[in-house]
């Protein structure tokens, strides 16, 4: 995701400078322009930094760790955090950063790989409307769209979350459906034709409508990191005493499909367990 | 929604005579065109006879009670049920129909009143093929688009149930997804924006989730009938050893909902229920 | 039950006329000194007439069909029905009964069929003061020790459903707790020695919890038969609004069981689902 | 708990050193003979020392802190922690302490205060035979009864955490049925006779129906205390990919009785909220 990102602030004329820990992951980037830092004291001498890192641990320790960004970050400049962490991690970062006189803006974004390349992505971010103000230009680079939530980072990490929610919610919604439908002689593809035909025409109910149908679970992302991201879910949802019983069943069918062998899966392979459930597979 | 379908026919220049045990209710129809019936008996001459009921009491006691429409049908004459009726009163009524020669479709609909009047309903329908062209000219004029799902009619109305399952399903999920955000300092309708723009542009999404963020819940289809539906979709399921924990879900909501003095609320009520629980209301 | 049940009246010096619509059945009844009647009608000349029989449909035939026991039953006559039944059906008898004079308790029973025959059953009784009174000495004959619960039968019916809601908790709370402790290393057995020898003393928690431990689900009170009660208690619930979440994942996992082949297994075999579901079967 | 505890020990002539960051806390002790200690450092020097601390991050702390208690305990000590914590941290200490030589025994309890101060605790103990060998009399001492559950201390706490789901599986599950059984007009305690004199005789059914028949929540364990323990079950349990859709269930209580209000209520108020949802409260 974030060669894609850089790919394309590089096309539109932009100075990038590249750090990753792994250093031949950054050459292809340079071929195309781009600065190779050595460190993370370099790159944060740059104006905007953006992050984009697997999980909650990598960005703890790039950006708030002993020798992080944060530690070498000037004031007044801007931190861009795009990877899809916790609330709490946020929080955590945000007041780091404000202790430090530096800004952050979290700009998670909804996309794959193949949106990324091709500047489609989502944009959801929260910050201060002067950083905001200064990176929106970055971010007409990079997405199609994006979103001022609030000044609350956290905000944005937050409407992430729920954003996969709301899809994972979909495939298991599509997956009690088939399963009752093919239980009842009701071809799979042809349910699925007539939903997305009429009052499910979102392209998230045919992706992965299709997918379920098709019973073709291929990753594209991964069973185990879109549990990791419903986890996440429930934990700032449990630091609000906020129940959500939909999201408790998915974060079931998630280790059920994951204790089953499932872990190499597509995140729409949960669709498949209430046939599974009722012995249809 | 008969009213509406049957002046549409009208419309299109068929011959109808309606029956409702209410005269007084088939007399609009009449100063558009329609022949009034005193019974069942008299419309069940007519080539092709629609039902469209509130309930399985009203359609079983109208098609297979002892003086209903099935005891007047001639042999080869079409029944065409619209009802959102039982998987299994609708198997009852097939049984019913071809002990006696009759032609049985079933064909429920999507769509409120105001799409039955304006013919934009989606007929999902069941038949034997010769049954279904007949009748396939009549589906033309009251809908915008029809689908044949198989020969068994009963498939037909388990379609129906599982739409209202997947429009449920997209309350309740939405209902979880507000009332999360709200806790989180995101505004409701911002949220919604940022949804219904990006990955969830379905007009179920858009309308139901208008509804939820604001809170408005002036019954269209109200709380007690969609429960009613489910409760059906349930039944069929559990007929078929099938588990729908959404379903479920989607099930308590509607007995709190009625329990706490929604009866009259329309159905996307449930998607303030997340919010009651967490405190919000 | 019903022929242990009769046996205990017997022996206890009581007249008893039995019924049963295949006569063999009878037979060994007899030999114990009981009549053998020839119809309903025959019994109905009882002061009081016990039914026992195995579902709603069985009930509502012998009692309130046309040909039943409530057509011929004299005025100030008592009819006491230990079946499991719906509470919904027990409100129809009562309100037959009533209109007719005659007198209705509703004495559902727990225990296996050994209780029944050692006289060790718990007996839950509803009914006016008069009635129960008066059947209150073969109650003691019947049974270790009975409830009076209040003058409205169908609230022992679901006093009842609600014993078997409770058990099935019990049932499905140890096979979650022995599939967790059991992915932690932890053996079955040690865990339940520990659990039923500290907080959880009663004996279901080791009757059931031994049967889980030992994975062996030979049928005393069968899948289906537990999943019917389920049922009832469910239908009992929806119709006063009232939500019942451990009911309804109880509800799953037998709908589950059964459609991965259990349906002639002990219904303790819920307690196996979590272990299936978390890939240790 | 850990006073009590200590009292005992005193009482069955033992020779005992406290430690407590309030030392205040600590005189009651020495009045009854124990050795005031100053540091972790002075008390690791006792053959064996037990820890009972509130939380995680109290554990964490006093035990694998920089100057905790692994810091200064001499190889061959045995180490006995008695809170209850999560199965990952225990597992952290584990690896420590064998990392230094040191035992450690996992060895958490049934028992609420009183339980501790009568010495009629349940002692749940992991740890090598040898280690378990030294510490039996101390745990005679301090419990009716010690149960070996494995070698793997880690084991003990996840019992720990069993032990209390199972307790919260029984609350809920009687909440459900009074609130069923009130809408049926049956009076609470009325159905909590006849259930803990038939089949549910465990005390635990005794004391917590009791306290919901009666509506009355004063705070004997906290339900944020409580909801800790099932946070624990759940994450441990979702470490290994296990569901349990009663623990979600219960979650889901506390975390809606927390949102609305109960935080200062024990953990048994749980058993009101299907009473809330159905609309009795």
Do not use: C
Not at 17 to 29: D, F, M, P
Not at 159 to 176: D, H, M, P, R
Not at 220 to 239: H, M, N, T, V
């Amino acid at each position: 995701m974030g060669s894609a990102m850089a790919a394309n602030l590089l096309g539109a004329g932009h100075e990038v400078h590249v750090y990753n820990r792994t250093r031949a992951k950054s050459e292809a980037l340079a071929e195309k322009g781009a600065n190779i830092a050595d460190s993370l004291e370099e790159v944060a001498q740059s104006k905007v930094v953006f992050t984009m890192l697997a999980n909650d641990a990598a960005v703890e320790d790039a950006v708030v760790g002993s020798n992080g960004l944060s530690a070498h970050l000037p004031s007044g400049s801007i931190h861009v955090s795009s990877s899809t962490i916790s609330v709490a991690l946020s929080e955590r970062i945000a007041q780091n950063h404000t202790m430090r006189g530096q800004e952050y803006v979290a700009a998670p974004v909804f996309g794959r790989p193949d949106a990324a390349a091709s500047a489609k992505l989502f944009i959801v971010a929260s910050g201060t409307p002067g950083a905001l103000e200064t990176v929106s230009p970055l971010f007409n680079v990079l997405g199609q769209r994006f979103f001022h939530i609030s000044e609350d980072p956290k905000a944005a990490n937050l409407v992430k979350l729920t954003g996969n929610f709301l899809i994972a919610s979909v495939i298991e919604s599509l997956g009690e459906a088939m399963a009752l439908a093919e239980r009842g002689g009701i071809e799979r593809h042809r349910l699925l034709e007539v939903l997305t035909s009429t009052l499910f025409t979102a392209p998230v109910y045919k992706t992965y409508g299709g997918l379920i149908a098709d019973r073709h679970f291929e990753p594209g992302f991964s069973a185990p990191l879109a549990q990791k991201d419903i986890r996440l879910l429930l934990e700032a949802a449990e630091a609000m005493n906020v129940s959500l019983p939909f999201a408790s069943v998915i974060r079931d069918r998630f280790l059920n499909l994951m204790a089953q062998g499932g872990s190499e899966l597509d995140w729409s392979a949960i669709g498949s367990m209430a046939a599974r459930d009722s012995g249809l597979l």
